[in-house]
């Protein structure tokens, strides 16, 4: 059974790199509770985006494909990238992930998902394990 003084050793040993196992599950868990709310979000989206209804997305998707997002004192963003919620080309850039994946953070102007930052560095981050594509940035041994 494990007390107070096994903890504060196991702490004290996290402290070592080679053993920072308490470090990486304390990363884990935010991780997990970001993806909550991010998938939180985005069913706030798709309830949103079913109360419009179809016509209704179609005519805002083509109004917003029709401007630039320069356009209405919009110029401090980085274009439309595709929403995952929607589909649509409408998800307005504010900025992108710091591992140049190109993944963005914004809102999208037809349903109001909100990628957040740490949503498009989580993403990229997936992206860069995972893609052949991806620059490359694992270690040489
Ligand atoms: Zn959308």
């Known amino acids: 059974m494990l ?4 903890v504060k050793a196991l702490l004290a040993l996290d402290d070592d790199l080679a ?7 304390a990363v ?3 991780r997990s509770r970001m993806h909550a709310r991010d998938a939180e979000r985005m069913a706030d989206a ?13 005519r805002r998707a083509s109004t917003i494909n029709n401007q630039e997002p320069s356009a209405d004192g919009r110029s401090r963003h980085h274009g439309y990238q595709l929403c995952p919620v929607c589909g649509h080309q409408t998800l307005l850039v ?15 102007l037809i349903c109001s998902y909100h990628r957040t930052e740490e949503v498009a560095e989580a993403d990229a981050e997936w992206m860069g394990i995972y893609s052949d594509d991806a620059p490359n940035t694992t270690l040489e041994a």
């Open 94 to 108: 504010a900025g992108t992930d710091p591992f140049g994946m190109n993944v963005g953070h914004g809102t999208c």
């Open 46 to 58: 798709q309830r949103y985006l079913e109360l419009i209804g179809d016509n209704e997305t179609e």
């Open 3 to 6: 007390d107070r003084h096994h």
């Open 28 to 30: 884990d868990s935010d």
């Open 19 to 25: 053993l920072d196992c308490a470090w990486v599950e």
